[in-house]
């Protein structure tokens, strides 16, 4: 039997630096690492049944948008010691009309909003008043990412219903526009990063995607110190080791929610794209990723290698 310390499921080219990054951390710290990717999946996949192969923690970034890996995922769930972000819980932040009523309760602002049933269980409405929405509101699925099936400054009830039926079968929520104040240069629109117990605020310009971290002058400058505490407050709430959240500050000093929880978030580093993530950040995260591994498998394998 071959033992390793993390199993680490992936499947976007993207991904590749990131995942560099966490196997040098975990070398570091005498942790051992195996990658199971498309071209390897179909021979660990009986390995790891039969018990041939076994990694202590698991840490899945490739099911959600490739159902092959859901078996190993399943494995995952009763043959690991721990599973980084695990699927029953993200699967529940996906969910954007779960999460709103879930942010509410806990106290967190969000915006104004409508949550609307299927299209397909529902086809017609009763009248919708969308005038305390404002002029303009953003009309969004449950579920997706990356802005797909988003629709910004709306105006009418038509757009509600032609956007309906792009996804009959997903829930939509309308929501009142957040309009950020300036804090100095930039705008009030933050992207907060949370690994592990560490919070990363940065600046998050919503037109070029480009990250700016907030520095510590910044934060005690302007008092963005709720963006930490919105965090960890996500963070127990969805009980997710590492996820993102959009902030945006407004005119009457409300920290607002605008983006709830993004799983398998983009760790592109921003020396390879203009619009990655600040490289001193990913690294970080791939270090706490590693000591929460340490934590739940403590360095005794001694390997260190991947598996063909």
């Not at 969308?130 to 757009?159: M, Y």
């Amino acid at each position: 039997m071959c033992m390793f310390d993390l199993g680490i499921a992936w499947n976007w080219e993207y991904d590749g630096d990131f995942v560099r990054l966490l196997r040098t951390a975990c070398r570091i710290q005498g942790l051992s690492v195996i990658e199971i990717m498309p071209s390897n999946l179909q021979e660990m996949l009986p390995l790891l049944v039969d018990g041939r192969v076994r990694t202590k923690v698991f840490l899945d970034r490739a099911s959600d948008t490739d159902p092959r890996f859901l078996h190993l995922v399943r494995w995952a769930h009763t043959h690991t010691a721990y599973h980084l972000n695990p699927y029953e819980q993200a699967c529940r932040t996906w969910d954007k009309t779960t999460m709103h009523p879930t942010l509410m309760s806990a106290g967190l602002a969000t915006p104004l909003t409508i949550i609307l049933p299927p299209y397909q269980e529902e086809p017609s409405l009763p009248p919708l008043d969308l005038s305390f929405l404002g002029n303009n509101f953003t009309i969004k699925p449950a579920h997706g990412g990356g802005g797909e099936g988003v629709i910004t400054e709306a105006t009418s009830v038509d757009q509600v219903v032609a956007a309906r039926q792009e996804h009959p079968t997903d829930k939509y929520l309308l929501q009142a526009q957040i309009v950020p104040i300036e804090l100095g240069s930039r705008a009030a629109w933050f992207r907060v990063l949370y690994c592990a117990g560490k919070v990363y605020p940065c600046w998050w310009d919503t037109r070029t995607h480009v990250y700016h971290r907030v520095t510590f002058a910044e934060e005690c400058r302007y008092r963005l110190s709720p963006l930490r505490e919105i965090a960890e407050s996500i963070a127990l709430l969805c009980g997710l080791d590492l996820f993102s959240t959009e902030v945006a500050l407004t005119a009457e000093g409300l920290f607002v929610i605008v983006d709830y929880v993004n799983d398998q978030i983009d760790l592109r580093l921003q020396s390879a794209g203009f619009d990655g993530v600040p490289d001193e950040i990913v690294w970080s995260i791939a270090e706490r990723l590693a000591t929460l591994v340490a934590v739940y498998a403590p360095p005794a394998s001694g390997l260190d290698g991947r598996y063909h």
